[in-house]
């Protein structure tokens, strides 16, 4: 058993800067692509980020690219999501989501990944 556990949400002003953090435990897998999704109120959950298991390649969503910065601690069993600029309507859940067997995964579509964290609120105000 694999568990995903997100932590780091919190409320912050537009303009601020907020890191999250996702911690892998239980059963390892190598390689695991990991990503970020996250969820705003009424809509469906949407693709953030996503990062290889060596953390050399990474992909960024339109709307966050060049404000968030997607890393990862392997002896750590962590991912991290830099996330600076922010704005109102980066509101949401932020998902932790892993992808077991691959290095890398281009997969935007939440169904493709294996396991899912509880997920971490980030509330931008105004």
């Known amino acids: 058993q694999v568990q995903l556990v997100e932590s780091g949400g919190t409320l912050v002003q537009a303009g601020g800067s907020l890191r999250l953090s996702c911690a892998v435990s239980?059963?390892?897998?190598?390689?695991?692509?990991m990503s970020w999704f996250r969820q705003a109120p009424g809509k469906e959950r949407e693709f953030v980020t996503s990062?290889?298991?060596?953390?050399?390649?990474?992909g960024y969503a339109d709307s966050v690219r060049g404000r968030f910065t997607i890393s990862r601690d392997n002896a750590k069993n962590t991912v991290y999501l830099q996330m600076n600029s922010l704005k109102p309507e980066d509101t949401a859940v932020y998902y932790c989501?892993?992808?077991?067997?691959?290095?890398?995964?281009?997969?935007?579509?939440?169904?493709?990944?294996?396991?899912w964290g509880q997920g971490t609120q980030v509330t931008v105000s105004s």
């Open positions: 989501a892993a992808k077991s067997g691959v290095y890398y995964s281009r997969s935007r579509s939440p169904n493709d990944y294996d396991y």
């Open positions: 990062i290889s298991h060596s953390g050399d390649i990474a």
């Open positions: 239980g059963r390892t897998f190598s390689p695991a692509a």
